[in-house]
Structure formats: structure tokens, C-alpha cells
């Protein structure tokens, strides 16, 4: 095959997306949810990095340069 793997569904097939009135801080909100994914991804890899970016699809050095960025620990 082609090694192609079903994703999850996208973000905006589970939940209507909502703007307030006053708007939102969209580069905020976007790196909170990268901060979530990058802990969450490291805690099911068992703190292995390279596992870890794996299961975001990105390569090991994309994912300790977010980690540094957002002063995430090691």
C-alpha cells in the first residue's frame, strides 16, 4: 500500500467553532493548542522525543524546536 494512514477527523468535524463578539487572539489560541498537543503527545510516548514526534507528524527536530519555543521541559 501506500503507507497512507486515516487521520483523526479534523477539528471542525467534532465542534462548531464559535467567535465572540470582541474576537479572539488567534495566534494565542493556536499555541495553546500546540502546547497541549506537544505535552500530551510526550506523556503518551513515555517522554521518548522521537516517539513523541511521531505521533504529531513531525520529524524530531520540529518537535524539540516547538518544545523550546514554548520552554516546555524535557
Known sequence: GSGYQKKEKSIEDKEVIKIPEGGIDLKQVLSDIEK???????????????????????????????????????
Request: glycine fraction near 10%.
Open 36 to 74: 497541549r498537543y506537544l505535552v500530551k503527545a510526550l506523556e503518551k510516548a513515555g517522554g521518548k522525543k522521537k516517539r513523541a514526534a511521531e505521533l504529531l507528524g513531525l520529524t524530531l527536530r520540529e518537535f524539540r524546536y516547538r518544545l523550546s519555543k514554548y520552554g516546555i521541559k524535557e
